[in-house]
């Protein structure tokens, strides 16, 4: 049975958000209650952008509500959270087309290879025919690795030489897409830091190849986050964003990490929806992102 976005959140609840019985109790608000309640959320990695928006908003609700019991404002930071992660715009690699073209981008280590795994069999599942590109053409374990989880996926996966262009690998993948009939392509890329200047230009170049190839393609760029990074996520997101205009982010790692608040700013301080959440190491453990779910998560005992 695959873990769900409850469990997965279950370190951020009760390392943080399970503290809130304490912080918000019987007693009467207080300027310390404000306090405790804004190194909390931070705690929780909400940011202090995010943070400080927050706790602002509940002072001028409690204000308004008449708020004085610090009980009274568990229900309203409920409220004020659901709010941030509001619906996201038209998930276009979820569009019926002769071909969808899905970049999926990210750091060393956050998760990416294996998320495309998870991604190629949850949409063959789905009777989509999927075909994947190996584009890590810099470390030949990455290649290797791709294609276990293509074979445990029941997918092809178009690679080539260790070393070689990533951008003609991505060709090479629309290429044999068209040809064998197949509907939705992922392309994975090495995973590189954001500030290195070199590697995002060929980033771009694989970005530029599919927008030549394919008709408004890549559809969608996913941008794999290791959720532990916490705040330094988000200027990784922001990195990429600049070079390929990231549309979704699929946050990893998530069931090993009190980090859970990261989430909100994710949403409010970047524009970007999360579209998934990695739940574990099995290929089923991939929970497209539900809102009410994850308010859920991190409320309920």
């Not at 049975?1 to 399970?18: A, C, D, N, P, Y």
């Amino acid at each position: 049975m695959f873990k769900s976005i409850r469990e997965s959140l279950s370190r951020t609840r009760q390392t943080v958000f399970g503290q809130l019985a304490t912080v918000l109790g019987a007693g009467d608000i207080t300027e310390e209650t404000w306090e405790d309640l804004e190194a909390l959320l931070i705690q929780a990695d909400v940011g202090v952008p995010t943070t400080v928006h927050l706790v602002d908003t509940l002072r001028e609700r409690a204000r308004r509500e008449g708020l004085f019991r610090a009980d009274q404002l568990v229900h309203a930071l409920r409220s004020e959270l659901r709010a941030i992660l509001v619906n996201p715009t038209t998930f276009e690699m979820e569009e019926k087309r002769l071909l969808t073209v899905v970049m999926v981008v990210g750091v060393n280590g956050s998760g990416k290879t294996t998320t495309i795994g998870k991604l190629a069999h949850r949409y063959k599942g789905q009777g989509r025919k999927v075909i994947v590109a190996a584009g890590d053409t810099f470390r030949a374990a990455a290649i290797d690795q791709l294609a276990i989880w293509g074979q445990r996926a029941d997918v092809p996966v178009i690679s080539g030489q260790p070393g070689g262009d990533p951008a003609a690998v991505a060709y090479d993948g629309i290429r044999a897409a068209r040809a064998r009939g197949y509907d939705m392509l992922f392309i994975d890329t090495a995973g590189r830091l954001h500030t290195k200047f070199n590697l995002m230009k060929e980033l771009e170049k694989v970005y530029g190849v599919c927008h030549k190839s394919v008709h408004a393609a890549p559809h969608d760029v996913l941008l794999v986050l290791d959720a532990p990074t916490g705040q330094n996520a988000l200027t990784q997101a922001a990195k990429f964003q600049e070079s390929v205009h990231v549309s979704g982010v699929i946050l990893t790692k998530l069931d090993s990490t009190a980090k859970g608040g990261m989430v909100f700013a994710i949403y409010r301080e970047l524009g970007l929806p999360v579209r998934f959440i990695g739940t574990g190491e099995r290929i089923l453990d991939l929970a497209p992102f539900d809102a009410d779910q994850f308010i859920e998560g991190l409320f309920e005992q």
